[in-house]
């Protein structure tokens, strides 16, 4: 990891753009659950038109000023990782050049192989990931709870406990697929070799009619892979289903209790629409920073 942090020194000008990009693009998307609760409890139950016209103009600034945000944070996380991981095929393929015989007994060919292309797309794929939601998540779970508090500090008990169950979960399946997934990585190394090694030898396999041998050789570790890509694919796919149980029933919850709050005349109904917004983004950004250390 040191490793690459030192290859990014060389896109210091670039990462301070992405990171005010990425703040602007947050500080805008979270201001219009504000703008909607001044629409509701003032334009519409004050039936004052002239608020509704000012805070929706507001309202298409701030998001065409948010998507502007969302995509030049994405062209410089794309352009970093896409930088990154060219410099690391270079200086990766370098090494493999002063391999001694040893290291190459050592790694296999095959290992080399996938080292030197798929690895370093997991690479690039993971730091694009890593740039746009380590940065983006901190700033809206921080700035979502402090302007959820701000709306309806009573309904906050809601938001802690559909993040601890969310991350209860996350946990439960992150301790469940890790094995597999370095399973996986060497399952992968092993079908390049067998694979390289029926290339490599397609003439000697004709020759002494061993056809079948390899086609059996091949189909055992190809379908070692595909069950481990199923179990792992199966296990991740909980999340999904989750993640929309736990957002539905804090959305009830909130409707709930906010709707007690407001018949007892302690909140606003804009107020408790604006929580709800702010609590599912909190709650979805709790959900993005956990992904981030699973992957």
Not at 119 to 134: G, K, N, V, W, Y
Not at 222 to 234: I, K
């Amino acid at each position: 990891m040191k490793y690459i942090w030192r290859l990014l020194r060389g896109y210091w000008w670039q990462l301070g753009l992405l990171v005010a990009a990425t703040y602007g693009s947050v500080m805008a998307t979270l201001s219009l659950p504000d703008f909607m609760a001044a629409i509701i409890n003032k334009g519409i139950v004050g039936a004052d038109m002239a608020v509704l016209w000012h805070n929706g103009w507001q309202m298409i600034v701030v998001t065409l000023a948010g998507a502007v945000g969302t995509i030049v944070s994405v062209f410089f996380a794309t352009r970093i990782a896409a930088g990154l991981s060219q410099q690391l095929r270079d200086q990766v393929f370098a090494r493999v050049e002063d391999y001694a015989v040893a290291d190459f007994n050592r790694f296999s060919t095959a290992s080399l192989i996938t080292r030197s292309t798929n690895d370093i797309q997991q690479i690039q794929s993971t730091a694009i990931m890593l740039l746009r939601i380590a940065l983006m998540a901190p700033i809206m779970a921080v700035a979502g709870l402090h302007k959820a508090l701000a709306n309806a500090p009573s309904l906050s008990w809601i938001i802690a406990l559909a993040v601890a169950v969310l991350l209860a979960v996350i946990i439960g399946l992150f301790i469940a697929a890790m094995p597999r997934f370095q399973r996986l990585q060497s399952v992968v190394d092993k079908l390049n070799l067998v694979a390289r090694e029926n290339l490599t030898g397609l003439r000697v396999v004709r020759a002494f009619h061993t056809e079948a041998v390899e086609e059996a050789k091949f189909d055992a570790v190809n379908h070692e892979l595909t069950r481990l890509n199923l179990v792992v694919n199966r296990l991740m796919m909980v999340m999904e289903p989750v993640m929309t149980l736990i957002m539905n029933l804090a959305s009830v919850a909130v409707v709930w209790y906010g709707a007690l709050a407001i018949g007892d005349g302690r909140l606003a109904i804009g107020n408790m629409m604006a929580f709800l917004q702010y609590a599912l983004q909190v709650i979805m950004s709790f959900l993005m920073i956990s992904m981030v250390f699973i992957m």
